[in-house]
């Protein structure tokens, strides 16, 4: 099995570019927007609430508290319009890039079989079908992928919506398509949907609809069934969470039973105070509401400057990045950014179809985003 170059390593020359032209630039310092790493407070609610579990002698359960299983329910129908989510169908995950990175093995797929992904994408997706000898394989649509055999069917496709890097948000409609699809050749559909409580796009305040990105687990996808679906979701970035490896997956009870099973074996047990801290964290939505305000000013003064510098952001309806381009190469772009102090991701990092985009990200202090915009100005 081979796995790929880290892509962050091979940034550091521009980290040292950037680093070196920034004492002289408003903010003095350099502007580190190539990572998606929270920066503001672990709200109080959910620090308290880990402090009371600090005493914790015993192993934890693999499966997770029945509170923090029926917490992750009740917020799956209030915040993403997902009513009756069967409780026994909820794992907690030490954070989700675990989860994305095992699935394929949890799964028990190997040899000859196809894990899917989208052609922009998360870089774990194919890292997971590495790990498990699978094969990864970009998917670009389901009719790019021709007429099927059941050597060329996917065994797991996954989506990624709102889509890091790009912040493209999948619509009801097409992933009813897709959940349709799959079940017509047997494809398991594990959807990441880490961004969902940051969608950026209008609506209408009086809409019956979830506030939220539409999930793969919503009725009116699923037709009522979950079947062959899993629901990938974590707390790190609504809640400033990374730091506490506080995620689960959803969906299909008889496939998370699997996933349990493995996971009780090998040992991968979310620590007893996460799991009560999640628990809180998903039963308070107003901090959810004041982090999604933080971001808000910071993206529209981001993108204001981004766009007045000459880049165009393609996509970012939703989640923690301007998705941009200067029409040239995304490795020029980078350079462009570094010699004006501000770091960001080429968009080759998540697959060749990148080329000419860079990801900038939002989650930098108020400080560092105005920094940004001085220089960008
Ligand atoms: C699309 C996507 N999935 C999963 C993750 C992993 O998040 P975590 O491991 O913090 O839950 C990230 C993190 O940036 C991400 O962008």
């Given at each position: 099995?081979?796995?790929?170059?880290?892509?962050?390593?091979?940034?550091?020359?521009?980290?040292?570019?950037?680093?070196?032209?920034?004492?002289?630039l408003p903010g003095g310092a350099l502007v580190d927007?190539?990572?998606?790493?929270?920066?503001?407070?672990?709200?109080?609610?959910?620090?308290?609430?880990?402090?009371?579990?600090?005493?914790?002698?015993?192993?934890?359960?693999?499966?997770?508290?029945?509170?923090?299983?029926?917490?992750?329910?009740?917020?799956?129908?209030?915040?993403?319009?997902?009513?009756?989510?069967?409780?026994?169908?909820?794992?907690?995950?030490?954070?989700?890039?675990?989860?994305?990175?095992?699935?394929?093995?949890?799964?028990?797929?190997?040899?000859?079989?196809?894990?899917?992904?989208?052609?922009?994408?998360?870089?774990?997706?194919?890292?997971g079908a590495r790990l498990a000898g699978a094969d990864?394989?970009?998917?670009?649509?389901?009719?790019?992928?021709?007429?099927?055999?059941?050597?060329?069917?996917?065994?797991?496709?996954?989506?990624?919506?709102?889509?890091?890097?790009?912040?493209?948000?999948?619509?009801?409609?097409?992933?009813?398509?897709?959940?349709?699809?799959?079940?017509?050749?047997?494809?398991?559909?594990?959807?990441?949907?880490?961004?969902?409580?940051?969608?950026?796009?209008?609506?209408?305040?009086?809409?019956?609809?979830?506030?939220?990105?539409?999930?793969?687990?919503?009725?009116?996808?699923?037709?009522?069934?979950?079947?062959?679906?899993?629901?990938?979701?974590?707390?790190?970035?609504?809640?400033?969470?990374?730091?506490?490896?506080?995620?689960?997956?959803?969906?299909?009870?008889?496939?998370?039973?699997?996933?349990?099973?493995?996971?009780?074996?090998?040992?991968?047990?979310?620590?007893?105070?996460?799991?009560?801290?999640?628990?809180?964290?998903?039963?308070?939505?107003?901090?959810?509401?004041?982090?999604?305000?933080?971001?808000?000013?910071?993206?529209?003064?981001?993108?204001?400057?981004?766009?007045?510098?000459?880049?165009?952001?393609?996509?970012?309806?939703?989640?923690?990045?301007?998705?941009?381009?200067?029409?040239?190469?995304?490795?020029?772009?980078?350079?462009?950014?570094?010699?004006?102090?501000?770091?960001?991701?080429?968009g080759t990092f998540y697959g060749a179809a990148g080329?000419?985009?860079?990801?900038?990200?939002?989650?930098?202090?108020?400080?560092?985003?105005?920094?940004?915009?001085?220089?960008?100005?």
């Open positions: 099995m081979r796995l790929p170059d880290f892509p962050w390593d091979s940034l550091a020359p521009y980290k040292e570019r950037a680093s070196a032209v920034s004492a002289d927007l190539s990572v998606g790493t929270p920066v503001d407070p672990t709200p109080v609610v959910v620090q308290d609430a880990l402090r009371a579990a600090a005493d914790a002698p015993g192993y934890p359960q693999t499966w997770g508290t029945s509170p923090l299983r029926e917490a992750v329910a009740r917020w799956f129908e209030r915040r993403r319009g997902v009513p009756g989510l069967d409780p026994d169908g909820v794992l907690p995950t030490i954070g989700s890039k675990e989860l994305v990175a095992w699935l394929p093995s949890l799964l028990e797929l190997g040899a000859g079989d196809i894990v899917g992904f989208p052609r922009i994408a998360y870089p774990t997706y194919d890292v990864p394989v970009v998917v670009d649509g389901l009719a790019a992928l021709g007429p099927l055999t059941p050597s060329t069917t996917p065994k797991l496709l996954w989506l990624n919506s709102p889509g890091n890097p790009t912040g493209k948000v999948l619509g009801v409609e097409h992933l009813a398509k897709v959940v349709d699809w799959a079940r017509r050749h047997g494809v398991v559909v594990a959807s990441d949907e880490c961004y969902a409580e940051l969608d950026w796009r209008e609506r209408d305040p009086s809409s019956a609809e979830p506030p939220t990105t539409p999930s793969i687990l919503d009725p009116r996808v699923t037709g009522g069934s979950h079947e062959g679906l899993l629901a990938v979701y974590s707390l790190s970035k609504q809640s400033n969470l990374a730091g506490y490896r506080a995620a689960f997956v959803a969906g299909d009870p008889v496939l998370v039973k699997q996933l349990l099973e493995v996971r009780k074996h090998a040992g991968m047990i979310m620590p007893a105070p996460v799991q009560h801290a999640m628990a809180a964290a998903l039963g308070d939505d107003a901090h959810v509401a004041e982090q999604k305000a933080r971001y808000a000013a910071r993206r529209s003064r981001l993108r204001a400057a981004v766009e007045g510098a000459g880049l165009r952001v393609d996509d970012s309806e939703a989640g923690l990045y301007l998705w941009c381009t200067r029409g040239e190469d995304a490795w020029a772009t980078v350079g462009w950014l570094a010699d004006r102090g501000i770091l960001v991701a080429p080329a000419q985009h860079v990801r900038i990200a939002l989650t930098a202090s108020d400080d560092s985003i105005e920094a940004a915009a001085a220089r960008l100005a």
